[in-house]
């Protein structure tokens, strides 16, 4: 197979991918080391809303935060992937009641069990994203 | 659906789910803050060998870099992850060659356009992962 060309996206393109799907990885660094691991979420608005456990609060809170989203297909050596960095808030109960009111379909319930009680919400300071295109003439 | 349990994975099952891939996640620290990119990769008996450009070599070359594979099941809610932590050095030229003669099937092609040409070797310091099950009496 030929070799793809990464082409970046645009932002819009990369908020419109993040929307479509619902599980990303938290990029971040604890007392080790940067670290990553899967965690559902929803986009509100332009933020990316997950839940925790309280174990891992004092690691997504350190300033300077990432979240990753991808979808890589093996057989057509294509894929395209979003990265979302910046920092991250915890929110209040009452943020967190409001944003199940106003966004029920993108709940982030997490699909391990657990006490992920922790809501987190990473305001975005860059949002990139590349695609790694087929070319017209590869089969 | 019903919420699944996090099982933790043993080493040897990391590595039988890391031979069985090819493209994993690089988690490392820019002068921004952690970041994730997906990379193709192969494993070279306990170590994870990528190729990189030259621009991210400083950055892979940091102390402490960490590798992430997962496998995301969609529909069924289900998964693993394997998180490979350590520092990685650049192989020399005779390295690289020694391994592309030692691991033929195993080469690490870029599906990506561009110079790749500085090769790299993680060595692990910790290697963990865990599996989302689904449990036996849901659907």
């Given at each position: 197979?030929?070799?793809?060309?990464?082409?970046?996206?645009?932002?819009?393109?990369?908020?419109?991918?993040?929307?479509?799907?619902?599980?990303?990885?938290?990029?971040?660094?604890?007392?080790?080391?940067?670290?990553?691991?899967?965690?559902?979420?929803?986009?509100?608005?332009?933020?990316?809303?997950?839940?925790?456990?309280?174990?891992?609060?004092?690691?997504?809170?350190?300033?300077g935060l990432?979240?990753?989203?991808?979808?890589?297909?093996?057989?057509?050596?294509?894929?395209?992937?979003?990265?979302v960095r910046g920092t991250?808030?915890?929110?209040?109960?009452?943020?967190?009641?409001?944003?199940?009111?106003?966004?029920?379909?993108?709940?982030?319930?997490?699909?391990?069990?657990?006490?992920?009680?922790?809501?987190?919400?990473l305001t975005p300071t860059e949002v990139?994203?590349?695609?790694?295109?087929?070319?017209?003439?590869?089969?």
């Amino acid at each position: 197979m030929s070799q793809r060309r990464l082409s970046p996206l645009t932002v819009s393109e990369c908020f419109a991918l993040l929307n479509d799907d619902e599980v990303g990885r938290l990029i971040f660094v604890d007392d080790v080391g940067p670290a990553a691991l899967p965690v559902n979420y929803a986009v509100d608005g332009e933020s990316i809303v997950f839940r925790i456990e309280h174990s891992s609060k004092q690691f997504a809170l350190r300033a300077g935060l990432a979240f990753e989203v991808d979808r890589i297909n093996r057989s057509l050596h294509s894929g395209w992937s979003v990265l979302v960095r910046g920092t991250a808030q915890e929110l209040t109960m009452d943020e967190a009641a409001a944003l199940v009111h106003r966004v029920k379909s993108a709940f982030p319930r997490p699909w391990a069990e657990g006490v992920h009680n922790v809501w987190m919400k990473l305001t975005p300071t860059e949002v990139t994203g590349r695609r790694l295109e087929v070319p017209a003439n590869d089969g």
